[in-house]
């Protein structure tokens, strides 16, 4: 009898809905941080990333092409909308590369699944408006002025006003099969197909106009209870390079047929190669 109430109890753990971990890593714009966390028997770690290279002894890597869409949205693309690729989890907790935990991963899904609100995610540390975001980006260069102008300009244009809110991406918890939290998901990773790939830009902006607001984790990504980040191994591709110019500042390695943000990462940071 024992033997069967054992049997039970092992089939009723692995029919409960699971949840997962998960990060993305796409077109060799940095060193995978391979975090090592408590395990436990319903969260499963994940990576998506296009680079099968990539090897570790505790995360799982799911790979998709990144070739339709560029490294950049693809990577938006799977942190954006976990209800497409994983459905058959009830719960996730997104991670940016960068980030690492501090807190128990289960304290964090009790956290989730205590909140009222699907979703929950830090406010910006700094700014809480989507035009004063957009004026940093703009001098940072982190994406093309014009891109970024035309899509600050509709959003005043449908009537969303300043200083409306601005989340920090870097974490996102989701109760990602829910109805309402798919469909601010889905017209998110619209935005951030036709406009800017700076998905925090375009959040607040879909959240206020589904009449959608996640609930605010204590402290803020830079300084909380629950994480460090960023966490950086290793040099990191800078946010304006660009392919070509390292291949034209560089022709022996367009004539090796060579990657150039892959061979930046791995060996041109360390040798110095111009990229600019």
């Known amino acids: 009898m024992r033997k069967l ?31 090592h966390y408590e395990r436990d028997d319903e969260t499963d770690f994940l990576c998506f990333t296009d680079d099968k290279s990539l090897t ?13 869409l560029g490294p950049v949205r693809t990577s938006k693309k799977a942190k954006i909308l976990p209800h497409r690729y994983l459905a058959t989890y009830s719960r996730s907790l997104y991670v940016d590369n960068t980030v690492q935990l501090v807190a128990p991963v289960s304290t964090l899904f009790e956290m989730l699944d205590a909140s009222a609100v699907p979703m929950m995610c830090f406010a910006h540390n700094i700014r809480n408006c989507i035009y004063e975001e957009a004026k940093e980006v703009v001098a940072l260069n982190y994406d093309d002025r ?42 998110w990773f619209a935005e951030v197909q036709a406009h800017s790939y700076r998905d925090q830009l375009s ?43 390292y291949l034209a500042l560089n022709p022996d390695i367009k004539a090796a047929g060579m990657n150039p943000r892959q061979h930046y990462l791995l060996h041109g940071a360390s040798e110095g190669r111009r990229w600019e």
């Not at 570790?56 to 339709?68: N, Q, V």
């Not at 005043?156 to 099969?177: C, D, Q, V, W, Y």
Request: net charge positive; hydrophobic share 35%; proline share 6%.
């Open 5 to 35: 109430f054992g049997k039970i109890a092992t089939w009723a753990r692995l029919q409960r809905p699971r949840r997962v971990v998960y990060t993305c890593l796409f077109g060799y714009s940095e060193h995978f941080v391979d975090h």
């Open 146 to 187: 014009p891109t970024i102008e035309s899509q600050m300009s509709r959003y005043r244009a449908t009537g969303h006003p300043e200083k409306a809110g601005l989340i920090t991406g870097s974490t996102l918890f989701r109760r990602h099969n829910d109805p309402t939290v798919k469909s601010v998901m889905e017209d």
């Open 56 to 68: 570790s002894d505790f995360w799982r890597f799911r790979y998709l092409a990144s070739t339709e």
């Open 203 to 245: 959040f607040n902006y879909v959240a206020r106009r589904r009449d959608f607001q996640p609930a605010l984790l204590n402290g803020n990504s830079h300084d909380n209870d629950i994480m460090k980040w960023p966490v950086v191994v290793g040099p990191r591709l800078p946010r304006k390079f660009r392919d070509d110019v």
